[in-house]
């Protein structure tokens, strides 16, 4: 079996290679090729450990940088480098255009499979393409090593546009993002989801990024819109976008903070240079106060007031939290005195704000059980050493016992039904010998 700690660190060194080709202002079709080589190289190994599929797998890499490339369709066509056979793709219609890129749904016109397609937009200059193209292979190198997971968008490969010339993920065509599900939930019936929703789809989240972290990968950006639905079964869930992604065992990656406000840890926003996967443990604990409530849990303006609405809802930090990040940041200790500064001149609710966790008070035992709450209360702790991880969560007795699959909630209800159907009959006999004594004792006066 492949040592976990080898891929960490042969998926940081494969970043390296990334950054140092991408810092050249330079990735020729050629390079690009190689290393769209290495990355299936490790997203095969990292899903099949037999030391015969290495064996060959480094074969094919060895012969595939003097490879020359055909140019084939109309569409985007694979570079990977490998001996598969070079597809082109035909674009059914738009799914997101960002300000970073676009993404489409296209089919293979070879296997009419349907695929998802990630392009980033190009802003001009080698040095600005070389980039783009860094920041895309990154993405497909964080896929790559976490191939395998269904809880996790699969990866197809690179393929590269021969009209732009422009590269391209090419990855597992899932549905609608949740962000969108949740919105349409909340149009239609008013309020977040059931408890036992939100159990089954934070089930799955747990155990993706649980895969994830075991493979050194850090996401950074968990938020609704970056998690799946997928079609046909509105109850499996896939996390996408590693475009944010950085490895544990990278000593500098490009951009060391990075998210979205909302849904970004303490420690994130505070800048503590050495965080962990923790952080996205945090991103996990708004997901599932946004499912059960419909509604952003902090919704902040700025890291300020992100920082604010954290301090409104958890508290503010005690002395021990306090001195356990003043080796590594001296903003919180600035943050708290200008939250403390703020609450003096507010009304005297908004100064009692941030004494205590108000989370029981926003999610009461009406919508979110102990078991449930204890779960929520573990993944929104200010501290991240005390934070609760992937597995301990999945541990949690909330999840224990508890079946929330479709089937899981029929049998639930049949066993309910044939329950209450034996309480039916129960009752009619009881009734039955009651009215037949009663008869007996009316004969006998």
């Not at 090593?145 to 021969?162: E, K």
């Amino acid at each position: 079996m492949a040592n976990k700690s080898d891929d960490t660190t042969q998926l940081a060194e494969l970043c390296a290679i990334i950054d140092a080709a991408a810092a050249a202002e330079t990735m020729g079709e050629r390079r690009v090729a190689s290393i769209s080589a290495m990355i299936d190289e490790f997203h095969a190994v990292v899903r099949d450990d037999d030391d015969d599929v290495k064996t060959v797998l480094r074969r094919r890499r060895s012969s595939s940088s003097s490879r020359k490339m055909k140019k084939r369709g109309r569409w985007w066509r694979r570079v990977d480098g490998t001996s598969r056979t070079q597809c082109s793709y035909r674009q059914i219609e738009t799914i997101s255009n960002g300000g970073f890129g676009v993404v489409v749904k296209a089919e293979n016109r070879d296997t009419g499979e349907t695929v998802a397609i990630k392009t980033l937009r190009r802003r001009g200059g080698a040095d600005a393409d070389a980039y783009a193209t860094g920041v895309l292979l990154r993405e497909a190198c964080f896929m790559a090593a976490c191939g395998g997971n269904p809880h996790l968008v699969g990866l197809h490969g690179v393929a590269r546009n021969p009209q732009t010339k422009e590269y391209s993920l090419v990855m597992e065509y899932v549905g609608p993002s949740l962000s969108d599900a949740m919105d349409e939930h909340v149009k239609r019936h008013g309020r977040g989801n059931t408890e036992s929703t939100v159990r089954r789809t934070m089930r799955q989240l747990l155990a993706g990024v649980e895969a994830m972290h075991g493979r050194g990968v850090i996401h950074r950006n968990i938020k609704l819109s970056n998690i799946l639905v997928v079609d046909g079964d509105g109850d499996a869930v896939k996390i996408c976008d590693f475009g944010l992604a950085v490895s544990t065992a990278e000593a500098a990656p490009p951009c060391r903070w990075g998210g979205t406000d909302w849904y970004m840890s303490p420690e994130m926003l505070l800048e503590v240079p050495d965080y962990d996967e923790l952080v996205d443990m945090w991103s996990l604990g708004c997901v599932m106060a946004k499912l059960l409530s419909g509604k952003a849990l902090f919704r902040g303006e700025g890291i300020n007031e992100q920082l604010d609405k954290i301090f409104d809802v958890v508290g503010v930090p005690g002395k021990k939290t306090r001195k356990a990040f003043e080796s590594k940041s001296k903003l919180l200790a600035q943050k708290v005195r200008q939250w403390q500064w703020r609450a003096r001149q507010s009304s005297p609710e908004q100064r009692r704000a941030g004494v205590d966790n108000r989370l029981r008070e926003l999610f009461p035992e009406t919508m979110l059980s102990q078991d449930g709450f204890e779960v929520l209360k573990g993944l929104l702790t200010f501290n991240p050493a005390k934070r609760m991880t992937a597995s301990a969560a999945l541990r949690h007795r909330w999840f224990a016992g508890a079946d929330d699959s479709k089937s899981g909630g029929a049998a639930a209800l049949f066993r309910k039904a044939t329950l209450l159907m034996f309480l039916l009959v129960g009752v009619l006999i009881i009734a039955w010998a009651l009215v037949r004594l009663s008869i007996g004792v009316t004969a006998g006066n």
